[in-house]
């Protein structure tokens, strides 16, 4: 099984800074990435999905990189909205997701 | 607009069965594959199982195999999820949620449900 690593687990920012998280594979799962945007007490939302296509209707601040073993996601801009948990995904076998990234207002 | 509405979660002892339920609307509910993902804070997200646009492809996590059943009916636009000889450790919130895809594949969730609490316990 492919075991996603995600880090930091915890990320303490302010608005108005450039953030990245980053997701390692324990093997290569080539561009096969997506990455979730979750609320307390909601549904994760796609951001973004084949590591750097952004969802339709997702704020251009929200971009995606990497392949192989190790992709990034970043957001340009912090604003208050994006303050939630964040987790990647692989789909090069079946499915497996990080433990999740918990972007906190600094 | 999708929306999934997941019901059925419910208190239960181990060894018991249960039965979840997912209602989409807002698209075409037969073009699909679907998908149960559940959450635990202890283990984050975990796939259970995926079906095809039709029904005829099932597919199962290793952890659920054997006593948990994905099925569709796309006549009542519904998916569910028969989930047999309960143990702790299936314990979670429970989503259905959308693919982009007909089949069962590589791909990503696009639409989720706000999930539905199971909790195995004696």
């Known amino acids: 099984d492919i075991q996603m690593t995600q880090s930091p687990s915890t990320l303490s920012a302010s608005v108005g800074d450039r953030v990245t998280i980053t997701c390692r594979a324990s093997?290569?799962?080539?561009?096969?990435v997506a990455w979730y945007q979750q609320k307390p007490g909601t549904a994760p939302k796609l951001l973004i999905y084949?590591?750097?296509s952004l969802e339709s209707g997702v704020p251009s601040r929200f971009s995606g990189s990497g392949s192989g073993t190790e992709f990034t996601l970043t957001i340009s801009s912090l604003q208050p909205d994006d303050f939630a948990t964040y987790y990647c995904?692989?789909?090069?076998?079946?499915?497996?997701f990080g433990q999740g990234t918990k972007l906190e207002i600094k | 607009e999708v929306q999934l509405v997941e019901s059925g979660g419910d208190l239960v002892q181990p060894g018991r069965s249960l039965r979840l339920s997912c209602v989409a609307s807002?698209?075409?509910?037969?073009?699909?594959?679907m998908h149960w993902v559940r959450q635990t804070p202890e283990k984050g997200l975990e796939w259970v199982s995926g079906?095809?646009?039709?029904?005829?492809?099932?597919y199962h996590a290793k952890s659920v195999k054997g006593r948990f059943t994905i099925s569709r009916d796309n006549a009542k636009n519904s998916l569910y999820l028969q989930m047999n000889s309960l143990r702790a450790e299936d314990t979670a919130l429970y989503f259905c949620?959308?693919?982009?895809?007909?089949?069962?594949?590589?791909?990503?969730?696009?639409?989720w449900g706000q999930g539905t609490q199971v909790t195995v316990s004696s």
């Open positions: 807002g698209f075409t509910f037969d073009d699909y594959a």
């Open positions: 949620a959308k693919s982009p895809l007909e089949m069962v594949g590589p791909t990503h969730f696009v639409s």
């Open positions: 995904q692989e789909y090069n076998s079946f499915y497996s």
């Open positions: 079906i095809n646009w039709n029904g005829h492809s099932v």
């Open positions: 084949k590591a750097s």
């Open positions: 093997q290569s799962i080539r561009s096969w």
